[in-house]
């Protein structure tokens, strides 16, 4: 694993904050907690091209976005996803996975503070203030897979 791969897991605290694996990809709390829940889906070898990928990576891939679309339905009471394959500064194949909620509701003050549709101006903001609330998250939306 070349020293980029390395440093791009760990800015993402990839290994650290592991929702879910399979034997493709790794989906993992976002660290910046843009919205509630937010995630980074990142394959597990290094490549930096979609057209790299395998039909089985693709086809899992596809599998796991419906489980999370699923369990965010389920827990969180989503309404919306939004997924950004970026990769303007770390050159893997990644997404970013942003659960979306009712603008009219009151959760959505505490989940969605932010605010949509200016999403793409706010990608650095986060929700969270310290690690404590970070990892309180990552134990919410952790046990929601178990």
Known sequence: MNQNFRNFKKKFLIEELIILESN?????????QTTFGAMV???????????????????????????????NKKYLKTNLSNIFQLMLIDNYVHWHY???????????KIYDPIGWPKM?????????EDDYSLSKIYKQIKSYYE
Request: proline fraction near 3%; glycine fraction near 2%.
């Open 24 to 32: 493709f990809w790794i989906v993992s709390l976002r660290p910046m």
């Open 41 to 71: 889906i990142s394959l597990k070898r290094e490549t930096n091209s979609l057209s790299d990928l395998t039909t089985e990576e693709s086809k899992n891939f596809g599998e796991i976005l419906l489980e999370i679309s699923k369990v």
């Open 98 to 108: 942003f659960p979306r909620f009712k603008h009219d509701c009151n959760i959505n």
């Open 120 to 128: 793409l101006d706010n990608l650095n903001k986060t929700i969270i």
